[in-house]
């Protein structure tokens, strides 16, 4: 494939992802080769590559002749993963706490800084989903960075290909007392890190990723 093709795919991969994890494309619904292809005005070859790199993903389930369909974890799926997910990320955090640079801190105060400057800069919105995904990501990133153990962060890293932890922003969007919530848990856990309080920092992303989880679950209950 070549790099024009490369940077194609990797186009429709991000925006199809942005899509699934706001709920514009819902969970069952079917990706066909020659509509993206036309509205990205591109040739099939870099959708059918984007479409595989989101199979592999877990993002997508694709059966000859007919196209890519969206999946979708069971509710039950959901919690069962998120409780290995908050036991793997607190770990993270706590080594996080021992571990943690200046560079390292300085992104990952940041991060949570920059949403809540969206948030009270333009409200809920498109702008402030795409500001969350950001700061979200760069925050549990520069965490699981942190804390120096890349087998740690290879098993995370498994389990998001499963549940993409941007995903919440769906069950957030239209509750600012969600995205308040949110933006506290990330201050607290920040504060944790950079006190090099490794338990609370520990208990502080437990708690983190298992009420987003739950938010999740609970969201695609209230969408099935």
Not at 33 to 50: C, K, L, M, N, W
Not at 135 to 142: A, C, G
Not at 155 to 167: C, V, Y
Request: proline share 2%; hydrophobic share 40%; charged share 25%.
């Amino acid at each position: 494939m070549t790099s024009s093709n490369e940077s194609m795919s990797e186009r429709v991969v991000a925006e199809l992802q942005h899509r699934i994890i706001v709920g514009t494309i819902p969970v069952g619904t079917w990706l066909r080769h020659d509509a993206i292809a036309q509205e990205f005005g591109t040739s099939r070859t870099p959708v059918r590559e984007a479409l595989r790199i989101m199979a592999a993903q877990g993002l997508v389930t694709i059966e000859p002749n007919r196209g890519a369909r969206v999946n979708g974890q069971s509710s039950q799926d959901m919690r069962e993963i998120g409780v290995v997910r908050a036991e793997l990320e607190g770990l993270a955090a706590s080594l996080a706490a021992a571990h943690i640079d200046d560079a390292q801190a300085e992104r990952m105060t940041a991060a949570w800084q920059d949403f809540n400057d969206a948030f009270e800069d333009t409200g809920p919105g498109e702008e402030l989903a795409e500001r969350w995904m950001e700061s979200n990501e760069t925050f549990h990133s520069t965490i699981l960075e942190a804390s120096g153990n890349r087998y740690l962060q290879q098993a995370i890293a498994d389990l998001r290909r499963k549940l993409p932890h941007n995903i919440s922003f769906g069950a957030y969007a239209g509750s600012s007392r969600l995205i308040a919530r949110n933006m506290a848990e990330h201050q607290a856990i920040a504060n944790a890190i950079l006190a090099q309080d490794a338990d609370q920092a520990r208990t502080l992303m437990k708690g983190h990723i298992r009420s987003s989880v739950e938010a999740v679950a609970h969201w695609n209950e209230r969408s099935t």
